[in-house]
């Protein structure tokens, strides 16, 4: 059965540093904080929308996947005093329901509405890998899994690098961006890579979190060429993935399932990491089959004492039928591709 994950007062992908590295060199955020000596006792990063009236929202790009607020170590959320220096309702996306600072916001707000609710695919950390591999898969598919390395490796010198403290960040992360861009993302021009500003943003905020030891790294080579790369951010007890790439001239191979399979081989080698978050969408077709345990996520809209509850009912009223629109447009599209490849 699948476990439900609790998060600590943690957010890897909305860490101070992350947001401004990135928020730095890509447009359409602002970062609200409420400031004290060092880091801030809570940072978020917003954007504004005007339609259908004003509100804010989680600022989420391919580098920015959830919209937790960061609360300084030691601190109760603070998240009353951010909502009410803000003048309209505030839309958290992509948030861990079980997670102090998500909690706070639902108790502490004076109006607050869960919007949608999914779930993603974590790892419980604790244990042993070998213990987790048994525990995980059948005999017949830990043989499978061996077998497609065995067949890998028999293709030329195969190799997992790893990231250490220190080290030259480059050709992990430039190894990284030619494999995204060198797939199906590169054909639709959603790589990395092809926006300028989304790449400096990535270099920079990795490496600040590097300099930090926040990074972690893996990149599979076939007789030196990547054919896969993960990394992952650290932050306390817990790991988020990020990006993932892996050379499509492989599939067969199944590269991508081998670099998380060392990923999280070392993930439970971390001393002090008990929990990872794939960050990945709903019902991913690769990680839900390897991470079996669950994070519970929701968008949440909540608004502070400055506004007034009828605007703060029309704008979930709005949020809730364009969710419901979006979803009757994704599941047409899905019925009407089931019936051409049928």
């Not at 004492?305 to 979930?316: D, E, W």
Request: charged share 20%; hydrophobic share 50%; aromatic share 8%.
């Amino acid at each position: 059965m699948a476990r439900l994950m609790r998060f600590e007062a943690t957010a890897t992908f909305t860490h101070p540093d992350w947001l401004r590295a990135i928020s730095a060199q890509v447009p359409g955020a602002e970062l609200f904080q409420l400031p004290q000596t060092g880091l801030p006792r809570l940072m978020a990063a917003l954007k504004s929308v005007r339609l259908p009236l004003k509100h804010y929202e989680s600022w989420v790009t391919p580098l920015t996947p959830m919209g937790v607020p960061s609360v300084a170590p030691g601190v109760p959320p603070p998240v009353l005093d951010l909502l009410d220096g803000l003048d309209a309702p505030v839309l958290f996306r992509n948030v861990p329901l079980a997670h102090p600072v998500t909690e706070a916001l639902l108790a502490q707000a004076p109006l607050s509405r869960v919007m949608a609710q999914w779930q993603r695919a974590g790892l419980d950390v604790s244990g042993d890998f070998e213990t987790w591999m048994a525990g995980n898969f059948d005999a017949k598919k830990r043989k499978e899994l061996k077998r497609l390395r065995s067949r890998l490796a028999e293709q030329g010198d195969l190799q997992v690098s790893v990231l250490q403290s220190g080290q030259d960040l480059g050709p992990f992360v430039e190894g990284l961006l030619a494999l995204e861009a060198s797939g199906w993302k590169g054909k639709r021009g959603t790589a990395v890579a092809q926006d300028k500003q989304l790449a400096h943003g990535l270099r920079d905020a990795l490496s600040a979190m590097h300099a930090r030891g926040r990074v972690r790294f893996w990149m599979m080579t076939l007789d030196g060429k990547p054919i896969a790369s993960l990394f992952a951010l650290i932050d306390g007890s817990e790991a988020g993935l990020g990006k993932i790439a892996f050379d499509e001239a492989c599939a067969k191979y199944s590269p991508g399932v081998l670099i998380i399979l060392a990923a999280t081989q070392a993930l439970f080698a971390e001393e002090h990491v008990l929990l990872a978050d794939s960050n990945a969408i709903p019902d991913h077709p690769m990680i839900n089959r390897i991470w079996r345990d669950r994070i519970a996520v929701a968008d949440v809209l909540v608004a502070g004492t400055t506004v007034p509850a009828v605007q703060f009912k029309f704008l979930g009223v709005w949020l809730a039928s364009r969710n419901a629109l979006r979803a009757s447009a994704k599941s047409l599209f899905v019925r009407v591709f089931k019936r051409k490849v049928s």
